[in-house]
């Protein structure tokens, strides 16, 4: 199995590569962001506990979100592997997916991080947001989003570094490049 975690900050283009990268490796892609907008589409019990806070911004509690990508993971029994996108955006979110990976006999192969600095991420939201609608892209909301990721998400970097697990891509320039230089990085795993 090959399971790569991808991260950056919002507006990262982990959406973006992360469609490419599915494609190019034949992944299962699990955006834990993706799948509480569907929730919430849908309306389901999960949709309406987490709508507020996702709407202002707030990261969902850890346990509300691991139990759903676990089930999400457990759904693809057939998978050769796994993108996960927008997860683990937590330590203890990190750990339990270690924990629940080892259980299979699996593990966490690389982490790449998107290196995207903040005022053209701002600029990339704010152009997202005219066509996505997102509530949590406007400008007041993706502060609250912004601020989330370095108090609490930026701390899951060091957690996988310190395995040895790491690595950076330049995310600035264009999408091929940059998506050449996750390929590179990957085809080392
Ligand atoms: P995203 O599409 O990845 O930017 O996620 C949109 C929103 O969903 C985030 O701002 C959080 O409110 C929530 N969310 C997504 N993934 C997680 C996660 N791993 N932990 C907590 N909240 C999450």
């Given at each position: 199995?090959?399971?790569?975690?991808?991260?950056g900050?919002?507006?990262?283009?982990?959406?973006?590569?992360?469609?490419?990268?599915?494609?190019?490796?034949?992944?299962?892609h699990?955006?834990?962001?993706d799948?509480?907008?569907?929730?919430?589409?849908?309306?389901?019990?999960?949709?309406?506990?987490?709508?507020?806070l996702?709407a202002?911004?707030?990261?969902?509690?850890?346990?509300?979100?691991?139990?759903?990508?676990?089930?999400?993971?457990?759904?693809?029994?057939?998978?050769?592997?796994?993108?996960?996108?927008?997860?683990?955006?937590?330590?203890?979110?990190?750990?339990e997916?270690?924990?629940?990976?080892?259980?299979?006999?699996?593990?966490?192969?690389?982490?790449?991080?998107?290196?995207?600095?903040?005022?053209?991420?701002?600029?990339?939201?704010?152009?997202?947001?005219?066509?996505?609608?997102?509530p949590?892209?406007?400008?007041?909301?993706?502060?609250?989003?912004?601020?989330?990721?370095?108090?609490?998400?930026?701390?899951?970097?060091?957690?996988y570094?310190?395995?040895?697990?790491?690595?950076?891509?330049?995310?600035?320039?264009?999408?091929?490049?940059?998506?050449?230089?996750?390929?590179?990085?990957?085809?080392?795993?």
């Open positions: 199995m090959l399971n790569l975690v991808l991260f900050p919002p507006g990262a283009g982990k959406g973006t590569q992360s469609q490419k990268l599915i494609d190019h490796y034949q992944l299962v699990i955006s834990t962001g799948l509480f907008r569907a929730h919430i589409k849908s309306q389901t019990s999960l949709g309406q506990q987490v709508s507020k996702i202002d911004g707030e990261l969902v509690p850890d346990s509300i979100t691991i139990a759903m990508l676990e089930e999400e993971v457990d759904k693809n029994k057939e998978a050769k592997g796994f993108i996960f996108d927008g997860f683990p955006r937590t330590v203890p979110q990190a750990e997916l270690d924990k629940f990976l080892a259980g299979k006999g699996a593990k966490i192969n690389g982490v790449i991080a998107l290196d995207v600095d903040q005022e053209e991420l701002t600029r990339r939201i704010a152009e997202r947001h005219k066509i996505s609608g997102r949590d892209d406007d400008a007041e909301k993706l502060k609250k989003r912004i601020s989330e990721y370095f108090n609490k998400t930026v701390h899951v970097l060091p957690y570094e310190s395995q040895g697990k790491l690595a950076k891509v330049n995310g600035i320039g264009e999408i091929e490049i940059i998506f050449n230089d996750l390929c590179t990085v990957i085809d080392q795993y």
